[in-house]
């Protein structure tokens, strides 16, 4: 399974931007995808995550850090899971990771996902 993550880039503080990830592959509609954030100096964090067809498919997650400013959503049929970004902060500024976890879990783990994409910067200015 390759992921390959776009659409940073720098926005004002309050803006918007809409992240894609795009999955090729071995991959599988059942996959959790999540997206991960690393600020500089600090640990790679959980942001969102959305769970695959089937059982609470399409059920979300989110960290209280993003909750009600962050969207996660897939779309299956293009293999793409997305992440919506409103009432962005200066404290959102990070590399953004998407990745995909074949089994479910607490969905908030790094260890959980098998597979990464590359990462894409987003810059919130003040």
Same mark, same amino acid.
């Given at each position: @399974?390759?992921?390959? &993550?776009?659409?940073?880039?720098?926005?004002?503080?309050?803006? *918007?931007?809409?992240?894609? +990830?795009?999955?090729?592959?071995?991959? *599988?509609?059942?996959?959790?995808?999540? /997206?991960?954030?690393?600020?500089?100096?600090?640990?790679?964090?959980? %942001?969102?995550?959305?769970?695959? *067809?089937?059982?609470?498919?399409?059920?979300?997650?989110?960290?209280?850090?993003?909750?009600?400013?962050?969207?996660?959503?897939?779309?299956? &049929?293009?293999?793409? %899971?997305?992440?919506?970004?409103?009432?962005?902060?200066?404290?959102?500024?990070?590399?953004?990771? +998407?990745?995909?976890?074949?089994?479910?879990?607490? @969905?908030? *783990?790094?260890?959980?996902?098998?597979? /990464?994409?590359?990462?894409?910067?987003?810059?919130?200015?003040?």
């Amino acid at each position: @399974v390759q992921l390959q &993550a776009f659409g940073g880039g720098l926005v004002q503080a309050g803006g *918007s931007l809409r992240l894609s +990830c795009a999955a090729s592959g071995r991959t *599988s509609s059942t996959y959790v995808m999540g /997206w991960f954030r690393q600020a500089p100096g600090k640990e790679r964090e959980f %942001v969102a995550a959305i769970r695959g *067809s089937g059982g609470s498919g399409g059920s979300t997650y989110y960290d209280d850090s993003v909750k009600g400013r962050f969207t996660i959503s897939r779309d299956i &049929a293009k293999n793409t %899971v997305y992440l919506q970004m409103n009432s962005l902060k200066p404290e959102d500024t990070a590399v953004y990771y +998407c990745a995909a976890a074949s089994t479910y879990g607490t @969905v908030r *783990s790094m260890r959980e996902y098998d597979y /990464w994409g590359q990462g894409t910067q987003v810059t919130v200015s003040s």
